[in-house]
Nanobody, 126 residues
Framework: QVVESGGGSVQAGGSLKLSCAAS????????MGWFRQATGKEREVVAI???????KYRDSVKGRFTISQDDVKKVVHLQMDSLRPEDTAMYYC??????????????????????WGQGTQVTVSS
C-alpha cells in the first residue's frame, strides 16, 4: 500500500528527497504524512499534507522540509534541505484514507494513520 524510497547518508547542510508510492487508494483524497523515529526516541510526525493539499510541519523542520504530492503518479515526496544531525532517523510514510489507524497529527488536528511503509533510513553526519 505504501512504499518509501530515497533515504541515505548525507553531511550536515545537504539535501535528500524521500518518495512514497501509494497504491489502492487516491492520494489526493487521503491525508498523507511523513513520520520519523530516531534510535531510543518516540516516533514523531514530521509533515502532513491533507486531502485539500494543505501542508503542515513540525516546528523543527519548518523552512527546511517540503511535502508535496503527485496524484497522477500516486507519489508523495518529502524534500529535505539544510539537513542537521538531529534529523537522523528512520523515516516512515503513512496514509490516512479514512477511519481507523494510529492517531497522530500536527497543529491540534489528529488523523488516523491506517497504512504504513517499512521506512527508509536517513543519516546526517556533522
Amino acid at each position: 500500500q505504501v512504499v518509501e524510497s530515497g533515504g541515505g547518508s548525507v553531511q550536515a547542510g545537504g539535501s535528500l528527497k524521500l518518495s512514497c508510492a501509494a497504491s489502492g487508494y487516491t492520494v489526493s483524497r487521503s491525508c498523507m504524512g511523513w513520520f520519523r523515529q530516531a534510535t531510543g526516541k518516540e516516533r514523531e510526525v514530521v509533515a502532513i499534507i491533507d486531502s485539500g493539499g494543505i501542508s503542515k510541519y513540525r516546528d523543527s523542520v519548518k523552512g527546511r522540509f517540503t511535502i508535496s504530492q503527485d496524484d497522477v503518479k500516486k507519489v508523495v515526496h518529502l524534500q529535505m534541505d539544510s539537513l542537521r544531525p538531529e534529523d537522523t532517523a528512520m523515516y516512515y510514510c503513512a496514509a490516512a484514507p479514512g477511519p481507523g489507524g494510529v492517531v497522530a497529527g500536527l497543529g491540534g488536528k489528529p488523523y488516523e494513520w491506517k497504512y504504513w511503509g517499512q521506512g527508509t533510513q536517513v543519516t546526517v553526519s556533522s
